[in-house]
């Protein structure tokens, strides 16, 4: 079977670990050109320095002058852009009483305004092709509720609409533009206060042993690749504006 995204050129951003890095390797395992923005520095260096179709770039996501400068050198680069996952993404696990204004706008400025800020910029390239294909990074968290998550499920249920409005309005341009909620993954995200909550007794107890989880297991970063190596290419063809869970079977039970 010949790479499914051979000469694409994929913005990737939280690309230096966890379900970034492994979206970034699938893709250039499929013959993309992976841009990848991240914070960490010195795993987006260790990512450039194993993969020669790899670019790197440190930056905060708030920062739009830096988004503005990088979308542009892509462009000035490559001639074009035809894949953006917006993936980037962190929480402030914090019962609502003891969250302030400046964590719920830190969340959203990072979660969801840097993703409205990353397709103004890329889609008048997509447009100018007439193709592209958007892959944003939701969270189960946006259609069931957990304890202390509230700034962060509210961007992730942000990204769900942002999806389907962002599908119509960009559809006639030939963009697809989907997203992906994942459920317990076992990436860093997942390690709080330095405890693995997906090692814990409680989680072996009530998703794996009871299976609250039906697959009985966390899911692991490739698993999240491929689906998004399907939504990036050309084999996904009459799909946009959906969120398609993969969560082991999580929200389909009680
Ligand atoms: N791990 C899970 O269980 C899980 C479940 C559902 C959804 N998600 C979502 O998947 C995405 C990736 O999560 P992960 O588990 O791989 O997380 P992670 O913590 O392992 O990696 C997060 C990545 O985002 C980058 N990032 C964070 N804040 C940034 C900022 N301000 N500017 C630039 N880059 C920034 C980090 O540098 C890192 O590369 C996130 O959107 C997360 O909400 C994760």
């Not at 993969?51 to 996501?61: G, R, S």
Request: glycine fraction near 8%.
């Amino acid at each position: 079977m010949s790479p499914r995204l051979q000469g694409r050129i994929a913005i990737v951003t939280g690309a230096s670990q966890g379900i970034g890095a492994a979206i970034a390797r699938r893709f250039m395992a499929e013959g993309a050109h992976v841009i990848g923005m991240a914070l960490a520095g010195e795993a987006l260096r260790q990512m450039a320095q194993t993969y020669c179709a790899f670019t790197p770039y440190e930056l905060d996501l708030q920062d739009h002058v830096a988004l503005t400068d990088c979308v542009e050198q892509v462009r000035q680069q490559h001639g074009r852009i035809d894949i953006l996952i917006n993936n980037a993404g962190f929480q402030y696990t914090l019962p609502f009483l003891d969250t302030t204004l400046e964590q719920w706008q830190h969340t959203h400025r990072v979660n969801i305004e840097a993703q409205f800020v990353l397709c103004k910029l890329v889609a008048p390239h997509m447009v100018e092709q007439q193709y592209g294909r958007i892959v944003n990074i939701s969270s189960t968290q946006s259609i069931a509720a957990e304890p202390a998550v509230s700034a962060y499920a509210a961007t992730k249920g942000g990204i769900n609409a942002f999806t389907r409005a962002l599908a119509v309005d960009l559809a006639e341009y030939g963009i697809l533009v989907n997203a992906l909620a994942p459920g317990a993954i076992a990436t860093p995200m997942a390690i709080i206060d330095g405890v693995d909550t997906l090692k814990t007794e409680a989680f072996e107890e009530w998703y794996v042993r009871q299976r609250k989880i039906p697959l009985a297991r966390p899911g692991q970063p490739e698993e999240i690749a491929s689906a998004a190596l399907f939504l990036a290419s050309e084999e996904c063809s009459y799909m946009t504006g959906q969120v398609l869970v993969i969560d082991g079977g999580l929200t389909i039970t009680f």
